[in-house]
């Protein structure tokens, strides 16, 4: 189907090895043409990646439990969140990256909340033209429901029986805490 | 204490001090907590509720508060005008697109003890929406109070060592297109 030349899987970054200019994003499918005057041959070398460190506990069934990490990350660990996701912000499905379910459903939270709070500011969806997303004008943080689905409470109700206001995830209750407060999910 | 006169020391302790908080990416309930104390004296060792010993306090950065959770969209604040028809109800981000100072405002104001001395205490707090600060204002200012909340870093943030230093937790197939 595709010419040795072409980009294959598995190949990570093109290596600008002909071209005089500096490196730009690879072609997805297409065969790029060589510049005018340069000679008309691409040439793509596979890099592989460095071999990954060793985990601390390789007997793990999902890369969490092989780092030992499996309640010990949150909403603004993007360093560890940025590894599950797609350049648009979307998460990587968990046949490819070996996730049990539960922590990928938690990390799909700590995603969602982290793309609420503008932490990931370089994973926005590629919009088709030249139109240029508003920016958000209010700052927030570990948003659970979605921004246009939240509603107003009108009427919050007595003390004795308030209208909470969801704050965090409750999938996230059994993380490590290193103070002793309560970790309230309702404000 | 060893080398101060009795006036300078005298002087010390029963100043009015000027508190400067920077409200920027914080939850306005945990900045006016912190200058709750701070306005009533509490966290002086000479207080006591009638010796007028508050501070004033000076925030900044109102505008860039965050809440937590879909506050701003769930948070509702009402009013009545005291005529009939005139309960009024705003989400907090039409209020805070109205008057970026509103929400600390109420925040503190709702957090003071509810005595006669909650309207001094509000007179000695002083707010603005960015971090442009009057010349008397700012020269009078003593010291700053740590932020409360610890502000996350972006990804954009970290430097390129950093982000290589940290270890990829999965290994992707050969056949893994990244898009």
Redo the contacts between chains.
Sequence with gaps: MAAPSLLR??L?RLFAGLWGRGWASPPARALREGESGTGGTIEGKIIE?AA??T?PNPSGQC??C??N?KHKYD??D???L???I???GGMLPRR????CLEEHKKIAVCVQMAHR???????RPRLPEGHTPKKP?????????S?RS?????K?GPKWCKVP????HPLLKDNVKYTHKFLNFN? | MASYTKAAQQWATFARAWYLLDAK?QPPGKIAAATVIRLEGRHKPIYHALSDCGDHVVIINTR?????????????YSSHTGYPGGFK?V?A?QL??KDPTAIVKLAVYRMLPKNLQRRTMMQRLHLFPEDVIPEDIEKNLLQEIPQPRAV?????E?TPE??AA??????????????
């Design positions: 899987g598995g990570r990646d990954a460190p985990p890369p969490i092989r780092w990490l909403y603004v993007v360093l560890l940025s590894q599950f797609r350049s648009d490819t990256t070996g996730l709070a503008g932490l990931l500011p370089n994973h004008k209010l700052n927030r943080y570990l948003t659970r429901w921004v939240a509603k107003p409470i009108w919050r206001m969801p704050v965090g404000h | 990416m860039h508060i965050a809440f937590s959770g879909n506050k701003w969209e769930q948070k509702v109800q989400t981000t805070h697109l996350p870093r972006r990804l954009d970290y950093e982000i940290f270890p990829r937790v999965w290994t992707p197939p050969k056949d893994f297109r990244r898009k």
